[in-house]
């Protein structure tokens, strides 16, 4: 990440945050979606995240953890849609008919964090595909080091335990 370009973006200089929001824009959409599921909220999140942190790129201290910055403020929007949709019951929520994915390796992928919990999900796509560090997962969640470790290595139990032999008929079928 280009440390200078944060710091244009500080200025309020569009072009250089735009350019930031392009570079983030396909993690901010995994962890997003690690969240929503749903890319209508997903889109909303990503649209109230882009907003923030155009308002409050003041407040970032250090350009060195502007992806850190952005994806807590992006998690916390997350959040508060995902618990606005928990109150809700929708009946259009069913999935359209005839929907074919040819992204397989995404399919697996999402099939894999399904035997997640969210807390678990969240902690994984943030460690594995954002590569964030243990103690950059700690700030963004406000949480401490220990339960990020304890988060990922329950997960990777589970991961085991759903993949292991005796669940091999369940994925088949």
Not at 46 to 63: A, F, S, V
Request: a positive charge.
């Amino acid at each position: 990440m280009n440390k200078e370009l944060v710091k244009k973006a500080k200025k309020h200089d569009k072009d250089a945050f735009s350019e930031l929001m392009r570079e983030h824009k396909l993690s901010m959409y995994k962890v997003a979606k690690a969240i929503l599921k749903n890319e209508e909220d997903i889109a909303d999140a990503m649209q109230d995240t882009i907003l923030d942190c155009w308002e409050k790129m003041h407040t970032l201290r250090k350009p060195e953890y502007f992806k850190t910055w952005l994806i807590r403020i992006l998690i916390n929007n997350c959040n508060k849609i995902y618990n606005q949709r928990a109150r809700w019951v929708l009946g259009d929520e069913l999935p359209e008919e005839g929907v074919v994915d040819h992204d397989y390796a995404g399919v697996e992928w999402n099939e894999m964090m399904h035997c997640l919990n969210e807390k678990q999900r969240i902690v994984v796509e943030l460690y594995y595909v954002e590569r964030l560090k243990v103690r950059e997962i700690a700030e963004v969640l406000h949480i401490g080091q220990s339960a990020v470790k304890g988060r990922l290595q329950s997960a990777r139990k589970n991961l085991e335990t759903y993949y292991g032999m005796g669940n091999y008929e369940k994925r088949v079928i």
